[in-house]
C-alpha cells in the first residue's frame, strides 16, 4: 500500500476510530487480560471495506437497521470494523506516523506494551505455550 492510503486509514480512525487498550473479562471463568485494539464504526459498509482493504482487519454487522441499538433506533446497518492484539500492533506500526494527539499517545501505548513481551508460537506436550526462542 502506498503512504497516502496508510496516511487515508489514519485520517479516518483520527475521526471514526478508538484506539486503546482495554481489559477484557471472561466472567465465567473468572478471568481478565488485557486486549490491545484499533476500531472503527459506521453505518457505510464501503468505508470500513477501504479500510480493510489498506490495513486488514475484519467487518462485522453490529446491529441491523430497525433494531434498537443501546438507547438509539438504527435506521441504517451499523458496522464494527477492528484488529486485536498483535494485529492492532502491526497497523499501530503502520499508520502511527500519520496520527495526531491522543490517538497517536494511544497508539504508542499499544507499540509499548508489545516492546518487552514474549513471543509464543509452539506448544509444549502439556498444550501449554512454549517460548520461543
Not at 27 to 33: L, P, T, V
Not at 62 to 81: I, L, P, Q, T, V
Amino acid at each position: 500500500m502506498s503512504e497516502l492510503e496508510y496516511a487515508w486509514a489514519a485520517g479516518f480512525l483520527e475521526g471514526e476510530g478508538s484506539i486503546g487498550i482495554y481489559e477484557a473479562r471472561d466472567r465465567g471463568k473468572n478471568a481478565s487480560w488485557m486486549d490491545p485494539h484499533i476500531e472503527a464504526y459506521n453505518t457505510e459498509l464501503p468505508l470500513l471495506q477501504h479500510l480493510q482493504k489498506i490495513l486488514g482487519g475484519k467487518i462485522y454487522l453490529k446491529a441491523k437497521a430497525g433494531s434498537n441499538y443501546g438507547s438509539h433506533h438504527r435506521y441504517k446497518d451499523y458496522y464494527r470494523w477492528g484488529v486485536h492484539r498483535r494485529e492492532a500492533l502491526r497497523v499501530a506500526k503502520l499508520i502511527l506516523p500519520y496520527l495526531n494527539g491522543v490517538k497517536k499517545k494511544k497508539a504508542e501505548e499499544i507499540i509499548e506494551y508489545y516492546r518487552n513481551r514474549p513471543i509464543y508460537q509452539a506448544r509444549d506436550q502439556f498444550g501449554r505455550f512454549a517460548r520461543s526462542t
